[in-house]
């Protein structure tokens, strides 16, 4: 059973990745299909904090602003301009990451509740120049036409699975860079970092540039799936709904992260059937989740396996 679990751990990410790559084959009705889509698509937003706040220590609450970009920028590149989709996928992370950089700017002088309350107000900036900028955007409105850069509903779903698995990848090899430790050694405590000899100021516009990017991509992603935008689609509740999908997920856990995506945009529609009390019972779940997420760790999960504490499964952690 240790080894068995033990080799469950070292490869959960795969798993996961190779259970959900079953879902098309399962037929799954259109709209669950749909959610699951979105959850993925959501996953790539959730990584993107696990860098600025699980390795950083970095608290954003303007990510759906920087969704927004991304997928501002892939419909307006599409629909307006006629631009190829895979030109307009790999153009909107960027402009994203652009913007992101800038809203880094301020984290060298500021932190705590003063960052964010400016990410707050860059999610808002964003949010109404989109409402208000009607010929680029279509304003209230929205921007629909948008096409998708797979139109197959089954293509789309792989081409995200791939994306996610990918960038989950690329995410827990970043922790165990020099990048990565020194994201780390800035979250433990700025000013033995910089005595470290880390460019605190270098390596913090460095986090917000590559959140950014993954933010874009996902907006980029939101808008192929949805082939409408609205800017009801981009408030601070969103960026709230993300902010909790990565505390849930264990802020640096980068498998934690991609299932709860998963299972916090599932869950709204798990509980439609309740019509008046599911928010309410939605609620009432996340809080029971937060509180007793911290007993969900390896000591009970070996008692459960009836393990000895002192030991390793699978060759160690």
């Not at 098309?24 to 959610?35: D, E, L, R």
């Not at 020194?182 to 270098?202: C, L, Q, S």
Request: glycine share 10%; with cysteine; aromatic share 10%.
């Amino acid at each position: 059973m240790g080894k068995a679990f033990g080799f469950f751990k070292k490869n959960i990410l795969l798993i996961i990745v190779l259970l959900l790559a079953l879902v098309p084959v399962a037929g799954v009705p259109s709209y669950q299909f749909y959610i699951i889509e979105r959850g993925l698509q959501n996953a790539i937003i959730v990584l993107s904090l696990v860098i600025l706040l699980g390795y950083t220590g970095l608290l954003s609450l303007g990510h759906a602003g920087l969704l927004a970009v991304g997928a501002y920028t892939f419909g307006i590149l599409t629909v307006t301009y006629g631009i190829n989709p895979w030109i307009a996928l790999m153009v909107a992370p960027v402009v994203a990451a652009a913007l992101g950089a800038l809203l880094g700017i301020p984290s060298f002088k500021l932190s705590g509740p003063f960052l964010v309350v400016t990410t707050i107000a860059f999610g808002e900036i964003v949010r109404i120049l989109i409402l208000n900028w009607e010929k680029l955007t279509g304003g209230p409105y929205g921007l629909g036409g948008i096409k998708s850069v797979i139109p197959s509903a089954k293509g789309m779903y792989y081409f995200l699975l791939v994306l996610v698995f990918l960038v989950s990848v690329a995410t827990m090899r970043l922790s165990k860079s020099r990048i990565g430790l020194a994201f780390k050694a800035i979250k433990e405590d700025e000013v033995a970092a910089e005595v470290m000899g880390v460019n605190v100021r270098r390596y913090k516009l460095l986090a917000f540039t590559i959140s950014s990017f993954m933010a874009g991509l996902s907006g980029a992603l939101f808008a192929c799936l949805t082939n409408y935008l609205n800017p009801d689609s981009f408030t601070f509740a969103e960026s709230a709904t993300y902010l909790l999908m990565v505390v849930l997920g264990g802020m640096a856990n980068v498998v934690g992260a991609v299932a709860s995506a998963l299972g916090v945009t599932a869950l709204p529609e798990v509980l439609r059937f309740m019509v008046r009390s599911r928010m309410v019972v939605y609620s009432l779940v996340l809080l029971l989740v937060i509180r007793y997420s911290k007993s969900l760790n390896m000591k009970t999960l070996r008692k459960v396996l009836g393990k000895p504490e002192g030991s390793t499964l699978g060759g160690g952690e």
